[in-house]
């Protein structure tokens, strides 16, 4: 039978002071400089999404051929009646402006972070060549920047264009008094 080696006095401490270290440095630093094992969500998609609009149901959302709703990320139009209420302010005027851009044409779509709200509708930022429509319809006034995590990769442009819109007096932000 082999004998294992003998362990020296120094290995052992050595071992023990690397545990001890390691142990300690666990509760001193602080967790945001530990690094990520992982990223949290994959990377975006690299290759265009192109979609025929089949119809506009409202300022903010489309449906696309294939019978998928589209969500515009970053901004949020008025709403549109119902049967228990009737339409917000600017909410016809910015469905029918939605409706003379993207109603049967063919849109780029491009996604943030996430896929689908809680809905099922599809977060994307829609393109008609190159006219992004998100940043579009809230430079105009027909939208509100409305960022919502984690989708915000535009968000600042979307701002600028809310503070330009109001400055200038541009659509719901000269129509509607409850803003």
């Known amino acids: 039978?082999?004998?294992?080696?003998?362990?020296?006095?120094?290995?052992?401490?050595?071992?023990?002071?690397?545990?001890?270290?390691?142990?300690?440095?666990?509760f001193l630093l602080p967790s945001s400089k530990?690094?990520?094992?992982s990223p949290p969500v994959a990377p975006p998609s690299t290759s265009p999404t192109y979609a025929k609009v089949i119809r506009v149901i409202d300022g903010d959302t489309i449906e696309i051929a294939g019978g998928q709703r589209?969500?515009?990320?970053?901004?949020?139009?008025?709403?549109l009646?119902?049967?228990?209420?009737?339409?917000?302010?600017?909410?016809?005027?910015?469905?029918?402006?939605?409706?003379?851009l993207v109603e049967g044409k063919t849109i780029r779509l491009?996604?943030?972070?996430?896929?689908?709200?809680?809905?099922?509708?599809?977060?994307?930022?829609i393109y008609l060549n190159d006219l992004m429509v998100n940043d579009y319809?809230?430079?105009?006034?027909?939208?509100?920047?409305?960022?919502?995590?984690?989708?915000i990769k535009y968000a600042k442009i979307f701002a600028a264009s809310q503070i330009e819109a109001k400055k200038a007096a541009k659509g719901l932000w000269q129509q509607c008094q409850q803003l």
């Open 1 to 26: 039978m082999r004998r294992l080696p003998r362990l020296t006095k120094k290995r052992v401490i050595s071992a023990i002071a690397v545990i001890i270290i390691s142990i300690i440095g666990q």
């Open 34 to 37: 530990l690094p990520n094992p």
């Open 70 to 79: 589209v969500r515009y990320i970053g901004i949020n139009t008025s709403e």
């Open 81 to 100: 009646a119902t049967a228990k209420k009737p339409d917000e302010c600017f909410a016809r005027a910015a469905s029918d402006k939605n409706k003379e």
């Open 110 to 125: 491009e996604k943030d972070i996430s896929n689908t709200d809680k809905y099922g509708r599809l977060l994307r930022y």
């Open 137 to 151: 319809l809230v430079k105009e006034g027909y939208a509100k920047a409305t960022p919502i995590r984690p989708d």
